[in-house]
């Protein structure tokens, strides 16, 4: 089995608090807001796990962050 990479989109009413709450409960590899437009920021998440694993179980957690209002995976590869 390998390593993936899996980025998530997440969506949010306040992505500060969002984005600090995903920080100290799930610990992502990285972590970045960006805006979207018209002043719509978004959190770009990134897991690193093993192939086994499943990205679906980061997508649950996510999900379970107080304010989050929908979840997206962008992105998925092998490392």
Do not use: C
């Not at 719509?40 to 093993?50: A, D, N, R, Y």
């Amino acid at each position: 089995m390998g390593l993936v990479a899996t980025v998530f989109k997440v969506y949010s009413d306040d992505t500060d608090a969002a984005a600090k709450a995903i920080k100290e409960r799930l610990k992502p590899k990285s972590l970045q807001l960006m805006e979207i437009a018209f002043g719509i920021k978004v959190i770009k998440v990134m897991f690193v796990h093993e192939d086994s694993e499943g990205s679906n179980v980061f997508e649950d957690r996510l999900k379970g962050i107080e304010g989050v209002k929908e979840v997206e995976v962008e992105e998925e590869s092998l490392l």
